[in-house]
T-cell receptor, first 116, second 113 residues
Framework: GEDVEQSLFLSVREGDSSVINCTYT??????LYWYKQEPGAGLQLLTY?????DMKQDQRLTVLLNKKDKHLSLRIADTQTGDSAIYFC????????????????FGQGTILTVHP | DVKVTQSSRYLVKRTGEKVFLECVQD?????MFWYRQDPGLGLRLIYF???????EKGDIPEGYSVSREKKERFSLILESASTNQTSMYLC????????????FGPGTRLTVL
């Protein structure tokens, strides 16, 4: 079945690195995603990684993918108070017949709190 | 820029009322989605539509229906609202192509009394 798990809370000090972890179960996903939700807002795509990659770097963000262990992580370098938000990982599993219509399965979300 | 709008940010309804939540996207996307978001449960898919007049049940369709008469508009209907449908409702549309990226509206926080 499809299941995506994340820890619910992470608290860091401003300037430190944050690492948010995620495990997923469906190995058919072509892409895996990280979305960010700021208070009172919808979700915005932060970054994604193709399933045949093991790392992707985008400015302060580093995504690591361990496909064998089905483990995804998001590292935020030099975390700022503006990074305080809920972070969701998501997979896009293929359904029967090899189609997904772009459906995503989301984790529970990790609430990141950054202290000055 | 892709824009996904939802008709209301906050809505308060009474038990038993029929509730309509509207979502409009301006990028000619074929696929649209309705999720509900509850603390500790993440986002759960209620229904999605892969084309006009086409719809598929998601993971938690009970108590909901949807309508897609035009490509840009996807409506979520609560036939008879109940208190356990108090939640944040998020609409999304999908950019077809190689990444399956979904673009989200700002959400509607529905309270059913």
């Amino acid at each position: 079945g499809e299941d995506v798990e994340q820890s619910l809370f992470l608290s860091v000090r401003e300037g430190d690195s944050s690492v948010i972890n995620c495990t997923y179960t469906d190995s058919s996903s072509t892409y895996l995603y990280w979305y960010k939700q700021e208070p009172g807002a919808g979700l915005q795509l932060l970054t994604y990684i193709f399933s045949n990659m093991d790392m992707k770097q985008d400015q302060r963000l580093t995504v690591l993918l361990n496909k064998k262990d089905k483990h995804l992580s998001l590292r935020i370098a030099d975390t700022q108070t503006g990074d305080s938000a809920i972070y969701f990982c998501a997979e896009s599993p293929l359904g029967a017949g090899g189609t997904s219509y772009g459906k995503l399965t989301f984790g529970q979300g990790t609430i990141l709190t950054v202290h000055p | 820029d892709v824009k996904v709008t939802q008709s209301s940010r906050y809505l308060v309804k009474r038990t038993g009322e029929k509730v309509f939540l509207e979502c409009v996207q301006d990028m000619d996307h074929e696929n649209m989605f309705w999720y509900r978001q509850d603390p500790g449960l993440g986002l759960r898919l209620i229904y999605f539509s892969y084309d006009v007049k086409m719809k598929e049940k998601g993971d938690i369709p009970e108590g909901y229906s949807v309508s897609r008469e035009k490509k840009e508009r996807f409506s979520l209907i609560l036939e008879s609202a109940s208190t356990n449908q108090t939640s944040m409702y998020l609409c999304a549309s999908r950019q077809t192509g190689y990444t399956d990226t979904q673009y989200f509206g700002p959400g509607t926080r529905l309270t059913v009394l």
